[in-house]
C-alpha cells in the first residue's frame, strides 16, 4: 500500500488469480518458464502446483526483499534481481534455449504504452513460437492495445473471487 507503483498490487495476487494464470502454462512444454515480477511468490506457487519444475523457472524482480523471500521459498529457481522492462538486457544471456511462457504479474498499466509494447516484444524475441505471453490485469480491457497487427488475443471471464476482480490475457505472436 505504501508504494503502489513499485509493487503494482495492494496484496499478493490470490489464488483463482494465480491458477488462472498457471493453466494457461503447458508444464509439457520444452524450455524455461519466465515469471515477471513475481513478488512473493503466489503465482510461482501455482505454476509449481501446475506441474512446472522450479528448476526451470527464471523469477525476473526488481525488489530486493522480495528476491531474498523467493529464493528462500524457492531455492531451486533462478531468481534474477533485475528490471523486467529491460527483459532481453536482464536476462536473454541466461536462456540457453526459446522460453515456454513468459507469466506476468507486472502492473502494465503503471507504464506508458511504448514501455508496454517494448516489453511484448522483446518477450516474443526469447519465446518459443506459438508459446504465451501471460498476464493479468484489474482493469476492464487489455493492457495490449487488441488493434496490435501480429498477435493473437485471448482473455479468461473475470475472476470474481480476486480481491480486486481480474482478468488473464494471453497474447501469441501471430
Known amino acids: 500500500m505504501e508504494k503502489p507503483l513499485a509493487t503494482g498490487a495492494v496484496m499478493p495476487s490470490g489464488r483463482p488469480l494465480a491458477r488462472a494464470m498457471a493453466q494457461c502454462v503447458d508444464p509439457a512444454s520444452c524450455g524455461p518458464i519466465v515469471e515477471l515480477g513475481p513478488g512473493t511468490g503466489a503465482v510461482t506457487a501455482a505454476l509449481i502446483e501446475q506441474g512446472i519444475q522450479p528448476s526451470r523457472m527464471v523469477l525476473v524482480e526488481f525488489n530486493p526483499s522480495f528476491c ?18 529491460a527483459l532481453k538486457r536482464t536476462i536473454s ?45 484489474y482493469a476492464l480491457v487489455s493492457p495490449i492495445p487488441r488493434t496490435l497487427s501480429g498477435v493473437r488475443f485471448q482473455a479468461s471471464e473475470r475472476i470474481w473471487l480476486n480481491v480486486p476482480p481480474a482478468r488473464v490475457w494471453v497474447y501469441r505472436k501471430a
Open 68 to 85: 531474498r523471500l523467493l529464493r528462500h521459498r524457492y531455492p531451486e529457481t533462478m531468481v534474477v534481481q533485475g528490471d523486467a522492462y
Open 93 to 137: 544471456s541466461l536462456l540457453r534455449q526459446r522460453a515456454a511462457a513468459v507469466v506476468s504479474g507486472l502492473p502494465l498499466f503503471n507504464k506508458p504504452l511504448r514501455s508496454r509494447l517494448r516489453l511484448l516484444a522483446d518477450a516474443f524475441a526469447l519465446l518459443s513460437p506459438g508459446a504465451p505471453f501471460v498476464q493479468f490485469t
